[in-house]
């Protein structure tokens, strides 16, 4: 773990960014971390730089505080790195970043190589926001530092749900829900609620998804043209992937929607037995042995074979090891 007070010292100007196309976790880790430094750090400038996160996430304190115009103009003493596993997805914060006199990365990828001068990576960790639960003291923690946290692990857990809750997970929960807030209310708003347009995107693409490979594979797509149909961002676009994930016999399901004409953003999500954060790194992506992403180029059914081939080339070796 890291000693987060110490290493900062009397440092001044603190960053604090996190991935492109920000999720729960990053949020919950940006701002969590920020809050606690204010509460910490007696006279120093902590900025978060984040791509705008979805409004959903308004609630935690500080939301409206965040730069993204990352206008930075002078560089920082101190900079953190949270969920993400590569630099390039700090998006426009990279520069920032590589400007800083001390770099401090904090993350669960497993695919991540450790690119800061302090590294924390921990990839059995449930979300970044468990590990940084962990280095926080409680002296500086608060009602709104415990939101920001819950936040992130419910979002990256799946509510609590998925493998990655360990026992040390749900005590980090446990300590959270010491501090006095509407936990189910933040559930339900930030994770569950749809708007009635992200409903029916949903509904569209369930729809219009393909069951192949026996089965066993689940794809479903959004492209442009539709998108700027219903008036959508990818913001909107969220938790469709797990949606076809729970399809009765599927071990992989992908998303992708079209980012520009024939590239497109991938998603999948394994039910255990493949690994596609291993082919995700495969097409220069990363992620999480269930829940990995990339960007592709090509038609989608471009993308769909040359996914498949490896989906289907990790299923054959798991059924040729069963047996023998
Ligand atoms: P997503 O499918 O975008 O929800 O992402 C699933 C997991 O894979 C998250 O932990 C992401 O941080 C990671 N991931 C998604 N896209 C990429 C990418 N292009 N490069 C590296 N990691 C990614
Ligand atoms: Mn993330
Ligand atoms: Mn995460």
Redesign the pocket.
Same mark, same amino acid.
């Given at each position: 773990m890291i000693d987060i007070i110490s290493e900062i010292g009397d440092s001044k100007r603190i960053a604090i960014m996190g /991935?492109m !196309?920000p *999720?729960g976790d990053c949020v919950g880790a940006c701002l969590g971390l920020k809050l606690y430094l204010d509460n910490a750090l007696k006279d120093a400038k902590v900025t978060v730089f984040l791509e705008k996160p979805s409004e959903t996430f308004s609630y935690i304190k500080n939301y409206g505080n965040i730069d993204s115009d990352y206008d930075c103009k002078e560089a920082p003493d101190v900079c953190f790195s949270l *969920?993400s #596993?590569?630099p390039d !997805?700090l998006g426009e914060g990279l520069l920032i970043f590589k400007s800083a006199k001390k770099t401090i990365c904090i993350d669960h /990828?497993i #695919?991540n190589r450790g690119f800061a001068m302090i590294n924390h990576i921990e990839p059995e960790a449930s979300s970044t926001c468990e590990l940084l639960a962990l280095m926080f003291e409680d002296r500086y923690m608060d009602k709104e530092v415990a939101k920001a946290l819950f936040t992130g692990i419910m979002h990256d857990s799946g509510v609590f749900q998925y493998s990655c809750m360990s026992r040390r997970s749900f005590e980090v929960v446990g300590r959270l829900c010491d501090y006095d807030f509407d936990r189910s209310r933040i559930i339900d708003e930030s994770f569950y609620q749809k708007s009635y347009v992200q409903n029916q995107i949903l509904g569209r693409t369930l729809l219009e998804s393909i069951l192949f490979m026996d089965g066993k594979c689940i794809a479903g797509s959004v492209d442009r043209k539709t998108m700027d149909f219903y008036n959508i961002t990818y913001k909107d676009l969220d938790g469709i992937?797990n949606q076809l994930r729970v399809t009765r016999g599927v071990e992989v399901a992908i998303f992708m929607y079209e980012i520009h004409s024939l590239e497109y953003?991938v #998603?999948?999500r394994s039910n255990g037995k493949v690994d596609v954060a291993r082919i &995700?790194t495969l097409f @220069? @992506? $990363? $992620? /999480?042995v269930r &829940? &990995? @992403?990339?960007?592709m180029n090509g038609t989608i059914y471009d993308v769909l074979n040359n996914l498949s081939l490896h989906i289907e080339e990790q299923l054959k070796a798991i059924e040729d090891a069963d047996d023998r």
């Open positions: /991935h !196309r *999720d *969920d #596993s590569t !997805r /990828h #695919s992937v953003k #998603s999948m &995700a @220069g @992506g $990363g $992620g /999480h &829940a &990995a @992403g990339c960007t």
